[in-house]
């Protein structure tokens, strides 16, 4: 993946889970994209959809584990998430 396919997955997938993480959080989130601080958005969401079990899809799982790879982060916390459907 290439840096500005990384930027371009990372906006939409955190996008996509603006509206599922808790209302506290999204300004953050949507600092951090504003920011460029799209690394940091896609580890906090990580954490997020940990913590808080949010479910995800099975294509999302394949965004998230994409986007984790690219940043060279440990692919077992995707083990942890809940996987809906």
């Not at 099975?58 to 440990?74: F, G, I, N, V």
């Amino acid at each position: 993946m290439e840096q500005w396919q990384f930027h371009q997955r990372a906006r939409a997938i955190v996008n996509r889970f603006l509206p599922r993480v808790p209302a506290d959080q999204v300004e953050g989130y949507e600092s951090m994209l504003i920011g460029g601080e799209l690394s940091m958005a896609v580890e906090d969401l990580m954490a997020t959809l940990t913590v808080r079990q949010i479910p995800v899809t099975p294509a999302e799982l394949a965004d998230l584990r994409a986007l984790l790879t690219y940043l060279e982060q440990p692919l077992d916390q995707l083990d942890r998430l809940t996987v809906a459907g």
